[in-house]
């Protein structure tokens, strides 16, 4: 059963503008954690910010912000003032239900357009 | 902090053919994981272990596919044979502790001609 669904393939974003990437993920699990993950062209998996299911309020790093809406299973990431370099693959992923595992959605290929 | 390291970082072998993966996760690292990304599938957990002994190898796709980890600082993920079908991206990521991010390796790219 596919327990992250990322619905946007691709995405344009004017630089120096915001953009929202969605992500839903499906648990029964009152404690799960939500991490996004930035891939560039040249492969590596860069972490970019973590929200605990039990966290009171919307996890923020720098330009990156959150947007946990648990009632919607829904954990959305922002990014502020978008950059060349923000141009890369973003992966949504979900540890849980069980265990340790970490499940990936399918990704959202982002261009930020000069 | 060196990161996990992964070699080789490229792979070309003929079908048929033994292809070992290595990974050395970070120092202190309770949990490992490998990974494989394709197009097609996206990136598939094949299996983790925590402290040296695997816990699920659910996604490991048949029994070509084996991975061992003989001690904290090593782990391998064995083709054999190795069939074109296995081309892929292959990640290792480490874990500190339950629930923190993975720290991923830069990937071995394995082509199977």
């Known amino acids: 059963a596919q327990k992250i669904t990322q619905t946007q393939p691709g995405m344009f974003v004017q630089e120096k503008e915001a953009v929202t990437l969605d992500c839903t993920y499906d648990t029964s699990d009152p404690s799960y954690g939500l991490f996004w993950y930035k891939q560039p062209s040249s492969g590596e998996m860069i972490f970019l910010i973590y929200q605990g299911s039990y966290d009171q309020q919307n996890a923020t790093e720098g330009r990156y912000s959150l947007n946990f809406q648990k009632a919607r299973k829904s954990a959305n990431l922002v990014i502020s003032a978008s950059q060349l370099g923000d141009s890369a693959m973003y992966f949504c992923?979900?540890?849980?239900?069980?265990?340790?595992?970490?499940?990936f959605g399918t990704g959202t290929s982002l261009t930020v357009i000069p | 902090d060196a990161g996990v390291i992964q070699s080789p970082r490229h792979e070309v072998t003929e079908m048929g053919q033994e292809v070992t993966l290595r990974c050395k996760p970070i120092?202190?690292?309770?949990?490992l994981f490998w990974y494989r990304q394709t197009m097609m599938r996206g990136l598939e957990l094949l299996i983790y272990?925590?402290?040296?002994?695997?816990?699920?190898d659910s996604g490991m796709p048949e029994d070509r596919f084996s991975a061992k980890m003989p001690n904290a600082s090593f782990s391998t993920l064995k083709i054999q044979p190795s069939e074109p079908r296995d081309s892929a991206v292959y990640f290792c990521?480490?874990?500190?502790?339950?629930?923190?991010?993975?720290?991923f390796g830069n990937g071995t790219r394995l082509t199977v001609t």
């Open positions: 990521a480490s874990q500190g502790i339950y629930n923190s991010p993975l720290h």
């Open positions: 992923a979900m540890r849980g239900p069980t265990g340790n595992q970490f499940y």
């Open positions: 272990f925590n402290n040296n002994v695997p816990i699920d």
């Open positions: 120092s202190g690292h309770d949990y």
